[in-house]
């Protein structure tokens, strides 16, 4: 295990770079500082991140090595210091610690390993079996989560509540994981945008499940546990029903993110825009929740899933290539010319991405 502030590479975390200089140009001095410091920790694990990313062929699939798939949780406490991963304090199958971040980091790494394993039949995030590790109390006054590929390693938050009380949260950071292990898409412009957004799609089903929410129930707010209980004007970090409207805050700034093509942001910032542009996959996907009702992972989830593994999907994919296989999944699927695949073609013209 590295034991300095860089592991070999890591994952976007959850609080985009856009929302922390917001913060380092509107807030308090202590405010400041901790984004300016946070940012500075996210500079370095970015950049380990840019020059390893995933190697895997398009097409080719790591099959399961163990015929019985089994959870294996260990929770680390990393004493408010940066490296990684601490000092082991609750394995699988013993008891809770008694403190709360732990105890959260082992439920939410179990909640996103048992809907991987119940819906999909998939032993863990690369599918293989993968440890899962949970890093608490990283660094002072860290207020972001993130996934190194080793591991997920969590702040204790400050603007925002502490990051393991958020389960999408930890389901999306982890889904970075499996797009890693299954596509591999490249982490900038609309490739990077669609990355995000299939983060947030399994990461909003994760918490359904936990809370036994069927489409028309759930909120599809990306971290609203992260906004409760603080001071921050908004309702999470993304609205997936309404991309654009989580949040209006003076120190946070305004929700940037579309719904529709017609509001694509150019940028280069934040890797082309990854955090912004997602808003527009995610309300394709959240539409096609919703028209085919009942619980989202059953249907529109499942649709997402093979895609995701669709061979035909690249590291350079983009929308409309998703689009496109979407619906071609959802008549493999559920029959050509059903309900369930013109919900999918339906709900894609919706925001602006129409496949030829
Ligand atoms: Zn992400």
Not at 178 to 199: P, W
Not at 267 to 282: A, E, K, L, Y
Not at 315 to 343: C, D, P
Request: glycine share 10%; charged share 20%.
């Amino acid at each position: 295990m590295s034991s300095s502030l860089c592991p070999p590479f890591s994952f976007a975390s959850i609080i985009p770079p856009i929302i922390m200089q917001n913060v380092a140009r509107n807030g308090t001095s202590t405010e400041r500082d901790m984004a300016i410091h946070t940012l500075g920790i996210g500079e370095s694990f970015r950049a380990y991140r840019a020059a390893q990313l995933p190697t895997l062929p398009p097409g080719v699939r790591r099959m399961p090595l163990m015929a019985q798939a089994t959870m294996m949780r260990s929770i680390y406490d990393a004493d408010y210091k940066t490296e990684l991963p601490g000092r082991l304090v609750r394995t699988e199958g013993a008891p809770p610690t008694g403190d709360p971040m732990a105890d959260e980091a082992y439920d939410g790494l179990g909640a996103v390993w048992t809907f991987y394993n119940d819906v999909y039949d998939r032993n863990s995030i690369d599918d293989r079996g993968m440890p899962m590790l949970g890093v608490v109390h990283f660094g002072k006054q860290f207020d972001n989560a993130f996934w190194d590929t080793r591991q997920m390693v969590f702040g204790d938050g400050g603007l925002f509540k502490r990051f393991t009380a958020a389960v999408d949260v930890i389901g999306h950071e982890l889904t970075h994981g499996v797009t890693h292990y299954e596509t591999g898409l490249n982490y900038f412009q609309q490739s990077g945008a669609l990355n995000e957004s299939i983060s947030d799609v399994f990461g909003i089903m994760v918490k359904q499940r936990v809370r036994n929410l069927k489409a028309e129930e759930s909120d599809w707010i990306i971290g609203a546990e992260l906004f409760r209980g603080t001071n921050l004007q908004g309702v999470g970090l993304r609205s997936m029903k309404a991309p654009g409207t989580a949040y209006d805050d003076p120190v946070l700034g305004k929700d940037p993110q579309p719904g529709h093509m017609q509001g694509y942001v150019k940028t280069f910032n934040d890797n082309g825009g990854v955090h912004i542009n997602s808003g527009i996959p995610n309300n394709a996907f959240y539409r096609v929740a919703v028209a085919l009702g009942g619980y989202a992972w059953e249907k529109a989830g499942r649709i997402w899933y093979e895609t995701l593994r669709d061979p035909k999907i690249r590291r350079n994919s983009g929308f409309t290539a998703f689009a496109r296989q979407t619906i071609y999944n959802a008549g493999v699927l559920f029959g050509v010319g059903s309900k369930e695949q013109k919900a999918v073609s339906e709900a894609w013209r919706q925001v602006g991405v129409q496949p030829k």
